[in-house]
Each structure stands twice: as structure tokens, then as C-alpha cells.
């Protein structure tokens, strides 16, 4: 009923950008569009953490600390897809990059989302 596929991950050096995507998909998303869409990553051996949030139909962006500044989420309602421009990349933003989308706005800061997508490696190095 609701898919999310993430694309765009990969090798980078520290420095340089990528540009993530987030295609969604799925009845859930045809019969209520106004889910806010983000992007969580999830470094190895540490926990979760946001990244970056946007409201679907007035398209406010909202960022975690470790994105201000470098990061840009936007997203296109035509091709039902969100993005994650990154920039100024670090090492230390490597890890597994998810596409998420939660009813409320709200509960998609705080980490409570409907749906998940399967996640892209992104990898920085030194």
C-alpha cells in the first residue's frame, strides 16, 4: 500500500556531494497525500538519527543539527518524489541513509513514521 524506494547512495570523498531520492508510491500515499516525507541515516554501531523533514504540501523544511547548513531536502509533488542534496560531505556522514513518511508531521521529528524505505549506503571518505 505504500512503497518508498531510495536511490543516489554511494562513494564519495570527503568534500564532495551526492543528491539522494525517495520515490513514494502505493494507494496510501494516492488517498491521503499530505504525509511529510524525510530522511533519517543510521551510522554503524549507533543509533537512528534525523536528518531532515519536509512538509509535503506547504514544503517547510526542518533539519537535524548535523544537516544545517549543508544538506537541502525538497521534494516535487508531480513525480512524487523527495530528494536529499548533500554537501560539504564528511566523513563522519557515512552510514545507511532511509527515506521515511509520517501522517504527522510532528511525530516524524521525533522519529515515529509509518513507513520506512529500504535505505542507500553512503560512504565518505577522508
Known amino acids: 500500500q505504500a512503497q518508498l524506494v531510495e536511490s543516489g547512495g554511494g562513494l564519495v570523498q570527503a568534500g564532495g556531494s551526492l543528491k539522494l531520492s525517495c520515490a513514494r508510491s502505493g494507494r496510501t500515499f494516492s488517498d491521503y497525500s499530505d504525509y511529510a516525507m524525510g530522511w533519517f541515516r543510521q551510522a554503524p554501531g549507533k543509533e537512528r538519527e534525523f536528518v531532515a523533514a519536509i512538509t509535503w504540501s506547504s514544503d517547510s523544511p526542518w533539519y537535524g543539527d548535523s544537516a544545517k547548513g549543508r544538506f537541502a531536502i525538497s521534494r516535487n509533488i508531480a513525480q512524487n518524489t523527495v530528494y536529499l542534496q548533500m554537501n560539504r560531505l564528511k566523513p563522519e556522514d557515512t552510514g545507511i541513509y532511509y527515506c521515511?513518511?509520517?501522517?504527522?508531521?510532528?511525530?516524524?521529528?521525533?522519529?515515529?513514521?509509518?513507513?520506512w524505505g529500504q535505505g542507500t549506503q553512503v560512504t565518505v571518505s577522508s
Open positions: 521515511a513518511a509520517a501522517r504527522v508531521f510532528g511525530d516524524m521529528l521525533g522519529g515515529n513514521v509509518d513507513y
